[in-house]
């Protein structure tokens, strides 16, 4: 059974750098077979796509985030991880990471979020 | 970005009723439309793929169709694991885009 696992911390001071990781356990990210995702939801607001990444270290950023936003593999460990610079309270948000099927073109697994709250 | 508008925004429903849930894309995205399903405290899980492909796993109570710019998730007898936050997504082009979602309760 494919799992994935959010960790990181949960409070950020404002103008840091939020940074995450999605441990994978019952696939492995180096199979070529799935992308890796992070998505996020505001408090009262909907899922918004933050990024994936690809097995060769090929990204796709959201337009709006793309600035700030860094997504990576760690093949050695089964994982990837997300970094958002300069965060404000607007980052506030449950954190999911996710995976993407080729075949399907849809997100078939997700993590249970993690929530990252931006306040000083 | 393609806007995905989901309609209800919630909606009651008692065990046993059949439910339809609408979702319209700002653009034609062909069948490139996913539904998933979101329960407090757990993670989301992918329902429906391509417009109406049933994921492994997932009951045949669920269905979905549609095409273009409307698409509908169908519930057939509710039961009481039904009642969650239902949302559709478009595959269609980057960035990936979410409906509001539409939250399922019990009347």
């Known amino acids: 059974q494919v799992q994935l696992q959010e960790s990181g911390p949960g409070l950020v001071k404002p103008s840091q750098t939020l940074s995450l990781t999605c441990t994978v356990s019952?696939?492995?990210?180096?199979?070529?077979?799935?992308?890796w995702s992070w998505i996020r939801q505001p408090a009262g607001k909907g899922l918004e796509w933050i990024g994936r990444?690809?097995?060769?270290?090929?990204?796709n950023y959201n337009p709006s985030l793309k600035s700030r936003v860094t997504i990576s593999l760690d093949t050695s460990k089964n994982l990837f991880s997300l970094r958002l610079s300069s965060v404000t309270a607007a980052d506030t948000a449950i954190y999911y990471c996710?995976?993407?099927?080729?075949?399907?073109?849809?997100?078939?697994?997700w993590g249970q979020g993690s929530l990252v709250t931006v306040s000083s | 970005d393609i806007q995905m508008t989901q309609s209800p925004s919630s909606l009651s429903a008692s065990v046993g009723d059949r439910v339809t849930i609408t979702c319209r894309a700002s653009?034609?995205?062909?069948?490139?439309l996913n539904w998933y399903q979101r329960k407090p405290g757990k993670a989301p899980k992918l329902l429906i793929y391509?417009?109406?492909s049933l994921q492994s796993g997932v009951p045949s109570k669920f269905s979905g169709s549609g095409s273009g710019t409307h698409f509908t998730l169908t519930i057939s007898s509710l039961q009481p694991e039904d009642f969650a936050t239902y949302y559709c997504?478009?595959?269609?082009?980057?960035?990936?885009?979410f409906g509001q979602g539409t939250k399922l309760e019990i009347k």
């Open positions: 391509s417009a109406s």
């Open positions: 990444v690809y097995i060769g270290g090929s990204t």
């Open positions: 653009q034609n995205i062909a069948t490139y």
């Open positions: 996710a995976r993407g099927a080729y075949t399907t073109s849809a997100i078939d697994y």
């Open positions: 019952g696939d492995s990210i180096s199979s070529g077979r799935n992308y």
């Open positions: 997504q478009q595959s269609y082009t980057a960035p990936p885009t």
